[in-house]
Structure formats: structure tokens, C-alpha cells
């Protein structure tokens, strides 16, 4: 396959481990660039899938491609990064001799590692801190480290299993800055976390997984059903008011109990109508303090769908609180 083509495209992949399938069938396509969320509760295959598309477990079933061919090709290989959930560190490795090693091993020269070890080290937060053994390194650190690892050859495509597990919310948001700054470089990034809040900020789409199936697939427009929630706050809302933001979309709440503000929550079919609505309350006379887009909800989602299957036998909680 030559041209534009997926990163990642699975056709009802299985493995099967002793008569049982951990992956049952499972279908995905991941466009170049995105930054994609593969969700699921505990056990649901997430990691099995991701070794496959590694190369590194074999598949019972079905078909895969990843950045247009096989993982065990190594032409594909060398453009794959991986942070694994738990990695084993050389304890008496400093850092930058962790990444040279990690370097060595992708194929990468001596002379490229001398620029890029420091430059991926300030990336992930530890410039300066590459001297140290990595046996001196906090968990933050360590996970910081392996995200230098899984970066530094310049993947095309990077699989993050849990990248943030061990760090604290300055920390999230680096990575998360990281990993936009991936997208903006068109890497694909597969992101595997059990943090909704994360993948809802960060992933261009989703696909939720249950005992080695998709469930669902999409952007997280498509899975609220194609609407998007807006709150208007105003100082008031007369009917001719109402009656423009009715005919811009669905009026579903309004709120005028308090003198000199008003509430409307409004179902809007398109992110380019936002705009009109601005528009529509200046043409009016009212006045504007917030126009506010809802974000998706992944987690209600997340429940909802894990719920809604009959296997749903445990805590809908356990997939954050386990792993806590
Ligand atoms: N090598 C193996 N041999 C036998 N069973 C396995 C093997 N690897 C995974 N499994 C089983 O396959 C199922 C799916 O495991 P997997 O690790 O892929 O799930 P997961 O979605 O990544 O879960 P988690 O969120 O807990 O990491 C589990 O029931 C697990 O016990």
C-alpha cells in the first residue's frame, strides 16, 4: 500500500490464549497524525492488541496493518515508538546512557544520539538531570525517562500505555503538551489510559473496547450523536431573542428566575453555528458574559456503553480505581 494511508488498520483481529479469545475480532482504523484513545475496562485486550500491532505477540486471526504494512517488518518497525505501562529500567544506567542504549538498538548513529539524547531529555522534563543513575530516579521520573525512550527516534507512530500513571498534574500536562506537540508534528500517538479527563482533552477520536471487541469508534462528536451543547449566559433573554437562538438550534433549558441573567442551553448540529449565535444575541440588544461549548463526557459515555453490554459484571468504577 503506497500514499495516504492509515497508521493503524486491524480487520477482525483475534488472539487466542489457552481456548479463550482475549481479542475477539476486533476491527480499527487509526487515521496518520491522530491522536487516538483506546479505551476499555480491565482485561478488555487493550494491551494484547497493542503487542500485536508491536509485532510482538502474534496473531491467532484476522489481518493488520500498521503504517502501511507489518510490524515485523523492520522497515515499519523503525518507525514505531513504544512506552510500556511497566518497564524495567537498568537501575545502575544514568539516563542519558539509558537513551543511547535505547538509541543504539533503534539503529540510530552515535553522532545523531549526541544532539537528540539531550534534546528529547529537555523534552520530557529532565534536561539536566541525564547524569543520574536511572536506580536515582522518582517514579515521574523514571516514567518521563521511558517516554524519552519511546520518542527519541522519532517515531511515526508511538503507542503510550498509560504515560501518566506515575506523574503528578504538572506532569500530566507536559505530556499532554507533548503529545500535542506530536500531532502537530503528524506523529499518531495511540494512547492507552484509563484517565478519561486525559484522553477528552487530548484525542482527536476513540474507540471503546470490551472483552477483545470494539464497541464504539469515532470522534467524540460522533459518539454524543453529532450535537454539540452550548451554555449562553445573558443578561436577559426576550422571546424574539428565543425565537433566533430556536431557529439556530435546539433550545433545551432556558433559566430567567434571576433578575438580570439568563441561562439557555442550546443543541447545536454544528461547531460553525457558534459564531451566529454571538451574532444573534448583539442583533438583540442582550448582552454576553459566556458562550461555553460542553465537552463530551467520556466517562458518562464510558459507563454508559461498558454498562449497556452484558459482561458488565464488575464495578463500572474499577477501570480508574484499580489503577489508581
Ligand atoms: N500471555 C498471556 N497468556 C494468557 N492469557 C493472557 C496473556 N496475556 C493476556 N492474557 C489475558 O488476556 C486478557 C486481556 O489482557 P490484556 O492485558 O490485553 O487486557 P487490558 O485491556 O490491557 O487490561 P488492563 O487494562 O488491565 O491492562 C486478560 O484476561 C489476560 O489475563
New binding site residues.
Given amino acids: 500500500m503506497l500514499g495516504r494511508v492509515a497508521a493503524i488498520e486491524t480487520r477482525e483481529l483475534c488472539k487466542v490464549?489457552?481456548g479463550r479469545a482475549?481479542v475477539d475480532g476486533l476491527s480499527l482504523t487509526v487515521g496518520e497524525g491522530e491522536v487516538f484513545g483506546f479505551l476499555?475496562?480491565?482485561?478488555?485486550?487493550?494491551?494484547?492488541?497493542v503487542k500485536m500491532l508491536l509485532g510482538l505477540v502474534h496473531p491467532s486471526g484476522g489481518e493488520l496493518h500498521v503504517l502501511g504494512g507489518s510490524p515485523s517488518d523492520p522497515a515499519v518497525r523503525s518507525g514505531l515508538g513504544f512506552l510500556p505501562?511497566q518497564f524495567r529500567f537498568q537501575t545502575w544506567m544514568t539516563g542519558e546512557e539509558f537513551l543511547r542504549f535505547h538509541g543504539r538498538l533503534a539503529g540510530m548513529r552515535a553522532d545523531e544520539l549526541r544532539t537528540r539524547v539531550p534534546e528529547v531529555l529537555e523534552t520530557v522534563g529532565l534536561g539536566g538531570r541525564g547524569r543520574e543513575t536511572l536506580g536515582g530516579y522518582s517514579k515521574g521520573m523514571l516514567q518521563r525517562a521511558g517516554l524519552a525512550g519511546a520518542i527519541l527516534a522519532r517515531p511515526r507512530l508511538v503507542f503510550l500505555d498509560e504515560p501518566t500513571s506515575a506523574l503528578d498534574p504538572i506532569g500530566r500536562v507536559e505530556v499532554r503538551e507533548i503529545i500535542e506537540r506530536l500531532r502537530a508534528e503528524g506523529v499518531t500517538v495511540f494512547l492507552n489510559s484509563?484517565l478519561l479527563s486525559e484522553v477528552e482533552q487530548v484525542c482527536d477520536r476513540v474507540a471503546f473496547?470490551k472483552a477483545g471487541r470494539v464497541l464504539r469508534q469515532g470522534t467524540l462528536r460522533e459518539l454524543m450523536g453529532g450535537v454539540l451543547p452550548v451554555d449562553l449566559r445573558l443578561d436577559r433573554l426576550t422571546p424574539d431573542l428565543l425565537a433566533a437562538l430556536a431557529r439556530l438550534g435546539e433550545v433545551r433549558h432556558t433559566d430567567t428566575n434571576t433578575p438580570g441573567r439568563a441561562t439557555v442551553e442550546l443543541w447545536l448540529e454544528r461547531e460553525e453555528t457558534l459564531p451566529a449565535l454571538a451574532d444573534a444575541v448583539h442583533t438583540h440588544g442582550a448582552r454576553l458574559y459566556a458562550l461555553t461549548p460542553r465537552r463530551p463526557d467520556l466517562e458518562t459515555m464510558f459507563l454508559e456503553l461498558i454498562e449497556d453490554t452484558p459482561e458488565a459484571a464488575r464495578s463500572p468504577r474499577a477501570?480508574e480505581a484499580t489503577r489508581a
Avoid: L, M, Q
Fill in positions: 490464549y489457552r482475549v476499555g475496562p480491565n482485561g478488555a485486550g487493550k494491551s494484547t492488541t505501562e484509563h473496547v477501570p
